[in-house]
């Protein structure tokens, strides 16, 4: 896992709520270092580039004029070198409808590079390493079949060794 630079910005919605508070306990217990650097959430723009953010705040606002309602289920393990564990996200396709608008460039141009991924709230980064099995055993702890209503999105940028938030839209 490579390190991220200084100043890197990424957009992100943010888990809120009930089922904000039960995944991040769940990462204070299985990935305490990555719960202290980033809230729970679902990456909506890995790379945000330095542009005014009356732009970004134009783009955001285009692409999510309003609340989205998806679904929280369970919590699976991504085939990457990192071995991610990660809570799903359901039902996307209001969610997938706002990414586009969020990637058309109406306002900002965000790097197209992130118009495609797995939505994924992220409970372990990087458990290459550790026990497996233990943590494939707990994600039973952390089946929520809930409902999310993305409302509160994001702009962070890693300051030191966490991620501070710069900007935040309430939906």
């Not at 995944?23 to 679902?42: C, F, G, S, V, Y």
């Not at 409808?97 to 990637?103: G, K, N």
């Not at 497996?132 to 209503?149: C, F, I």
Request: glycine content about 6%.
């Amino acid at each position: 896992m490579a390190e991220s630079q200084q100043g890197r910005r990424v957009l992100v919605a943010v888990v809120t709520g009930d089922p904000g508070r039960q995944i991040q306990a769940w990462r204070e217990r299985h990935d305490p270092k990555q719960a202290r650097r980033l809230p729970p959430h679902a990456t909506l723009s890995y790379w945000v580039p330095p542009v005014p953010m009356h732009r970004l705040d134009e783009q955001v606002r285009h692409a999510f004029a309003r609340p989205i309602a998806v679904r929280l289920g369970g919590v699976r393990e991504f085939d990457n070198v990192d071995r991610t564990f990660f809570v799903d996200v359901l039902n996307t396709e209001a969610l997938d409808a706002a990414r586009e608008r969020l990637f058309d460039g109406t306002y900002v141009d965000l790097p197209a590079r992130d118009r495609h991924w797995t939505w994924h709230v992220t409970c372990v980064r990087n458990s290459v390493g550790r026990d497996l099995d233990a943590l494939r055993a707990h994600a039973g702890d952390l089946a929520l079949d809930a409902p999310w209503q993305i409302d509160t999105l994001a702009c962070l940028e890693l300051q030191g060794d966490r991620y501070q938030e710069i900007h935040r839209w309430t939906l």
